[in-house]
């Protein structure tokens, strides 16, 4: 069965912390890994994610892709308040017919001032 | 562009009764998908269309989980009879789908769910 599984469930810090975000995954038909960011209302894209090693960047945030180990981590640095959200990873399945995201349960970050 | 429309946004019902949840997506997009987020599960696809196609609904969960599109500018997931177990957010999103690629899926604000 195909699964995405995020770690830490839940993290706390302290504004101007770095926090690293996992996410591995087993999944048939692998194409790509997303990141995405969900405050109150519907997820956000952030990344996508086709090939190891090749790190994306967006400000202060970062994220890459190990395709031989199956993870990804996305990175956070000089956290801000704004940054608390749930961060949801996704991998697309992708062949034939199929094109779906299958995504995981979310790491809920808290950045406290 | 308005983005994808979900209505209602908030929805409370008793068990058995019938619920009707509507999306509108992005005019041009091609591909439409239904998702379901509840804090055990996180979000899971539900079933997608493709040029109003259902392709893959092997996320529904049961037989009271019916979904229609119509036409490229509407489509309804329905659940009759509800039951306090579908207590969720669904989310529908939409993608303009391309030949051998994959684009940014966008979503709704969803539809809260409450079955009393």
């Known amino acids: 069965e195909d699964k995405v599984v995020q770690s830490p469930l839940s993290l706390v810090v302290h504004e101007g912390d770095t926090v690293t975000l996992n996410c591995s995954y087993e999944?048939?038909?692998?194409?790509?890994l997303l990141w995405y960011k969900q405050e109150k209302k519907a997820p956000t894209f952030l990344f996508m994610l086709?090939?190891?090693?090749i790190e994306k960047k967006s400000g202060r945030l970062s994220s890459i892709l190990d395709k031989k180990e199956l993870f990804s981590i996305l990175n956070i640095t000089a956290t801000q308040t704004g940054d608390s959200a749930v961060y949801l990873c996704?991998?697309?399945?992708?062949?034939?017919?199929?094109?779906?995201?299958?995504f995981g349960t979310g790491t809920l970050l808290a950045v406290q001032p | 562009d308005a983005g994808v429309i979900q209505s209602p946004r908030h929805e409370v019902t008793e068990m058995g009764q019938e619920v009707t949840l509507r999306c509108k997506p992005i005019s041009g997009h091609n591909s439409l998908f239904w998702y379901r987020q509840t804090m055990m599960r996180g979000l899971e696809l539900l079933i997608y269309f493709n040029n109003n196609v259902p392709i893959d609904d092997s996320g529904m969960p049961e037989d009271r989980f019916s979904a229609k599109m119509p036409n490229a500018s509407f489509s309804t997931l329905k659940i009759q009879p509800s039951e306090p177990r579908d207590s969720a957010v669904y989310f529908c999103?939409?993608?303009?789908?391309?030949?051998?690629?994959?684009?940014?899926?966008?979503f709704g604000p969803g539809t809260r769910l409450t079955v009393l």
């Open positions: 996704a991998v697309l399945n992708y062949g034939g017919a199929t094109n779906k995201l299958i």
């Open positions: 999103a939409s993608s303009l789908a391309g030949r051998g690629s994959y684009n940014e899926q966008f």
């Open positions: 086709t090939s190891s090693g």
């Open positions: 999944v048939t038909n692998f194409r790509s």
